[in-house]
């Protein structure tokens, strides 16, 4: 089985920087995506950051020019660079793998348990 685990989560006051790491293990053949999704309570899960492995990064426009995203391929594992941040970036934080176990297995989503990151004074 494919497991994905978040790490970097804490608390951190406004203005602030933190950042994220998420590992994927397990059997797995290729990655197609990797992205960061955040929760905050009471609203829906909301994407914020993507890495295809053959296209341009995107990003939620509440975190441009704040966040980064980075694959370190060869450790099949995704950063968030998170900075600047703001009480509005509470939330919990986890780590989407588009992935396939074999060359001949169909992509499938894989997710973390989360991460929680708590921007406050």
């Known amino acids: 089985q494919v497991q994905l685990v978040e790490s970097g989560g804490g608390l951190v006051q406004p203005g602030g920087s933190l950042r994220l790491s998420c590992v994927a293990s397990?059997?797995?053949?290729?990655?197609?995506?990797m992205g960061w999704y955040r929760q905050a309570p009471g609203k829906q899960r909301e994407l914020v950051a993507t890495?295809?492995?053959?296209?341009?990064?995107n990003y939620a426009d509440s975190v441009k020019g704040r966040f980064g995203i980075r694959r370190d391929n060869a450790k099949n594992t995704v950063y968030l660079q998170m900075n600047s941040l703001k009480p509005e970036d509470t939330a919990v934080y986890y780590c989407n793998a588009d992935l396939r176990q074999g060359i001949l297995s169909a992509y499938a989503d894989y997710w973390g348990q989360g991460t929680q990151v708590t921007v406050s004074s």
């Open positions: 890495a295809p492995s053959g296209g341009s990064t």
């Open positions: 397990g059997r797995i053949f290729s990655i197609r995506t």
